[in-house]
């Protein structure tokens, strides 16, 4: 008796995310709330407390918080997330930077004009813009 068997190709689903955000990196020393606090006061916005971004690593589950602040009727969103979770970090190839700022909607020119004056609120160290494609983990950035 012949039998023949059939294995079917597993088949793969490429999903191409469009990446036109731009990403600051900023260093401070305070938790999260007192960052957004100096950032309030420096540019005059009025970030919230928003729903923990989760992350999922080989370590386990990673919780990282977030704050959001929209602008121009929803035109441009901001959101403040904590680079180093409950297990582990948000982009760990940028592991030096304490939060993560996702600037969704603004161009080039407003990015430097934001990056300076976020670097004279109280609390930030540093602030630098990170390049979206050369990152790693750029999925992890992906809020739903």
Not at 114 to 141: C, G, P, Q
């Amino acid at each position: 008796m012949y039998t023949k068997r059939l294995t079917l190709a597993a088949q793969t689903i490429e999903i191409d995310h469009e990446f036109d955000f731009e990403i600051v990196g900023i260093t401070s020393q305070e938790k999260d709330y007192r960052l957004v606090w100096s950032l309030n006061l420096q540019l005059g916005w009025n970030f919230e407390r928003d729903f923990d971004h989760t992350v999922f690593t080989k370590q386990g589950e990673s919780i990282h918080s977030r704050f959001t602040y929209t602008e121009d009727d929803g035109m441009i969103i901001f959101t403040l997330l904590s680079n180093k979770g409950s297990d582990g970090f948000l982009l760990p190839e940028f592991s030096r930077f304490d939060y993560i700022m996702i600037i969704d909607g603004a161009g080039q020119l407003r990015l430097e004009e934001l990056l300076k004056e976020a670097r004279k609120a109280k609390f930030v160290l540093a602030a630098l813009s990170l390049e979206t494609m050369k990152m790693k983990s750029k999925y992890n950035l992906i809020i739903d």
